[in-house]
């Protein structure tokens, strides 16, 4: 059975801490767009024999090819974020043609992989699957989101520019104003009936699954 699961949260940074951690999760994104597009590019090499999908064995389309025959040989051991960006940077007319080569001009088209500050104080990064992550330096505060889907926490948790963030945030040295907590949804409640899930929806009963700042001392958060 699959599990639903969903999270949000609102992180007040300390001032003094901001800039470290804005500049460590803005260097993970460009990191990331690199690796996704290095990735991106072995995907289209190992396609250049096959001009439509009538020519790829077991009659499959493009994606199920790359997906079957493909990731396994170029992608292997990378997360699923950075395999789902290569995917999206492959210049696609449908998905029984061969997609055009990935370009530095594709990154910029693709959600994930869009430089997306929106102005001087809010960055808004895709981490995929609907995912996002905002950095508001007005306030300033960290803003995490993940919609309600079908086992996305792991996926979006391993991103690098997730992973990054965590590791800025353990680094934070927090003052009594500052911090706040994570709520979700997870594998032990998605599938407890309607009357658990709907405390958890409604927000009147959500689970505390990561704490920071000062509040951590009063309760223990949930390993992710």
């Keep these: ?3 639903w699961e969903m999270e949000y949260g609102v992180i007040r940074i ?3 801490e901001w800039p470290a951690l804005k500049r460590a999760v803005v260097e993970e994104h460009r990191a990331f767009r690199e690796r996704a597009l290095t990735l991106s590019k072995k995907i289209h090499a190992e396609l250049k024999t096959f001009r439509n999908a009538d020519e790829l064995p077991g009659r499959r389309s493009f994606p199920e090819h790359i997906e079957h025959e493909v990731m396994d040989q170029v992608g292997a051991g990378l ?3 950075v395999q789902l960006a290569a995917m999206l940077l492959l210049d696609w007319r449908d998905t029984w043609t061969m997609p055009g080569a990935p370009t530095r001009k594709r990154l910029e088209e693709v959600p994930m992989t869009r430089d997306q500050r929106i102005n001087e104080t809010l960055i808004r990064m ?3 699957w609907g995912a996002r992550l905002e950095l508001n330096g007005r306030q300033p505060e960290v803003i995490w989101e993940i919609p309600e889907g079908e086992d996305l926490i792991k996926d979006v948790h391993a991103h690098p520019v997730a992973a990054g963030l965590f590791l800025a945030l353990d680094a934070v040295r927090w003052t009594g104003d500052t911090g706040g907590l994570i709520k979700g949804n997870d594998k032990a409640h998605s599938n407890a009936g309607f009357e658990d899930y709907g405390k958890w929806y ?7 699954r990561h704490l920071f ?3 951590r001392e009063n309760r223990q958060p949930t390993v992710f």
């Design 202 to 208: 409604w927000g009147t009963d959500p689970e505390c």
């Design 126 to 128: 895709d981490l995929g």
């Design 213 to 215: 700042g000062s509040p």
């Design 79 to 81: 997360e699923r974020a």
């Design 1 to 3: 059975m699959k599990d």
């Design 14 to 16: 300390p001032k003094r």
